[in-house]
């Protein structure tokens, strides 16, 4: 994700891309979204649901025109220095279509190459190379704009490591705080905790927390000053965890509301939840700053955004089946900010493996992607201070880098264990700029680039369906507007506190 150009890798085909595509996209956010569409309503939640689940598969659909755009900028450098080393060669043996090549050349500097792409080379701009949304910047952004960028990334990947920071120690806290004492299996029964309340003996509830906290991070925090590689069969052992637990979650509620114990009565609207629904659901729908590792390597791209279409109404089917059997199985005041924790209470299930199973859940899945997304956020803060030609220190590589990684995400963890607001604020702010701003810029700037490097008659093969640039204003107009709702409504709410 720093930016750069890397081997495709093993390439596999269209379906194998949408189910990776389907993995990535539906994780941690999808735990906290039957808690906001509780407080939303069902209708308000179902609504905006549709409606951001559209507008990020607009999004995906101008990242992929944008790497198009870019694998076209990057073939035409190569064919131009090529051309320019047959100069010096002054070689003799050239065939017709390189002197129609090199004449393109020749004219770039007084009109548009009209014949790079008609004649010397019909699919210049296939996802063939692997370029990162840094590159991309790098490539059609300003210096300004390149540095936006990556503080978006920046700020984005800190709220995902203080998101996952606090999720491990809740549910370690609350897993293994509701199995001692006079409160067992009482985990989802509706009693409401303090922070203050017993846990151990006289260790408070947040104390566990925080010494959860302090085991996480000594445990796992390590890795920020290492490389994290062969993440492969973690991944996949991460994936079908996942399943097993959303599956399980799905039948236990469709259980227990066929059997006419279903306690929730969710209103239809309540304007109040929409500021964490709207950060929760951008935070759901995040693929876009891994679209180049997951759309390169597929073999057959020719109805790519078919197939991403058809991925994103499976994912809007799969999330409304969670969070509708969620806010119809439980009453709203005892859906947890971390839906798996609903069920370790003994009524909901009364086997023990699938309550710790449950509960646990999130403790094994999280702790294998927080190095990973770690070493993402430290190699982003190398690639910005970055100059051309130029090396760090080793203090400032292998101690400041990871340090400043590491630090602020526990510190917002060890402040707050508020997981539905972290999610909300993270999807909102920092989600909003890399699922909307970024994308739409992208698509507006590499068509610029394209027009004028090819000619404005030069047709990109993966243009976004979307083509007008009516959607791109659209999307940049939304994208600030929810800057501004998101800001209005955190200063209303304060001030009435």
């Keep these: 994700m720093a930016g750069g150009i890397t081997d495709t890798g093993e390439l596999y085909s269209p379906y194998v891309g949408l189910v990776y595509m389907f993995n990535l996209i539906v994780g941690t956010g999808a735990l906290t979204m039957p808690k906001a569409f509780a407080m939303a309503g069902w209708l308000v939640s179902l609504v905006l649901l549709m409606f951001l689940g559209f ?23 190569r064919m131009e220095k090529r051309k320019d080393d047959e100069d010096e060669d002054s070689s003799s043996g050239v065939s017709d279509s390189d002197v129609l090549l090199q004449d393109g050349y020749e004219r770039a500097e007084t009109r548009p190459i009209l014949s790079v792409q008609r004649r010397g080379s019909p699919n210049i701009f296939e996802i063939t190379e692997r370029v990162e949304m840094g590159q991309m910047a790098s490539m059609f952004f300003n210096k300004v704009g390149v540095n936006l960028f990556y503080f978006c990334i920046i700020i984005y990947l800190y709220g995902d490591l203080a998101i996952y920071a606090a999720a491990v120690p809740v549910s370690l806290m609350q897993v293994t705080c509701s199995v001692t004492g006079n409160h067992s299996c009482s985990v989802g029964d ?51 965890m996942r ?56 073999s057959k791209k ?34 947890m900010d971390m839906y798996t924790l609903n069920f ?55 101690i400041v880098f990871p340090a400043i ?50 000619g404005s008659g030069t047709v990109n093969k993966h243009l976004s369906p979307f083509r007008h640039t009516f959607w791109i204003v659209f999307v940049l107009i939304w994208g600030f507007s929810c800057f501004v709702f998101v800001t209005a409504n955190i200063v209303l709410s304060e001030s009435k506190l």
Aim: hydrophobic share 50%.
């Design 55 to 77: 507008m990020s598969y607009m999004t995906t659909t101008f990242v992929v025109e944008a790497m198009a755009a870019a694998n076209a900028q990057l073939r035409w450098k």
């Design 190 to 240: 509706g009693t409401k905790y303090n922070d203050t309340d017993k846990c151990w003996g006289p260790i408070r509830r947040i104390d566990a927390y925080r010494l959860y906290l302090a085991a996480f991070t000594l445990l796992l925090g390590p890795f920020t000053f290492f490389n994290v590689q062969k993440t492969k069969y973690l991944q996949i052992m991460t994936s079908l």
């Design 243 to 298: 399943w097993i637990a959303f599956i399980l979650m799905i039948i236990l509620a469709l259980i227990r509301i066929s059997r006419g114990q279903a306690e929730g009565h969710p209103s239809m609207a309540q304007l109040s939840g929409i500021r964490n629904l709207f950060g929760v659901c951008v935070y759901s729908f995040m693929c876009q700053h891994s679209l180049p590792s997951l759309i390169t390597p597929i």
């Design 302 to 335: 020719k109805h790519v955004n078919k197939l991403v279409l058809l991925d994103y109404i499976l994912i809007l089917a799969f999330y409304s089946l969670l969070s509708f059997t969620a806010i119809y199985c439980f009453r709203n005041d005892t859906l």
């Design 344 to 398: 370790t209470n003994c009524e909901i299930i009364n086997v023990a493996f699938i309550r710790y199973f449950l509960g646990l859940f999130p403790v094994f899945t999280i702790s294998t992607n927080f190095p990973i997304i770690a070493v993402t956020l430290r190699n982003n803060w190398k690639t910005l201070f970055h100059r051309e030609g130029g090396t760090y220190p080793w203090v400032v590589d292998r």
């Design 405 to 454: 990684t590491l630090i602020p995400p526990v510190l917002v963890a060890f402040c707050t264990h508020d997981l539905e607001s972290l999610v909300g604020i993270t999807g909102a702010y920092a989600g909003n700029g890399i699922q909307y701003l970024i994308p739409a810029f992208l698509a507006y700037c590499s068509r610029k680039d394209t027009q004028l490097v090819f």
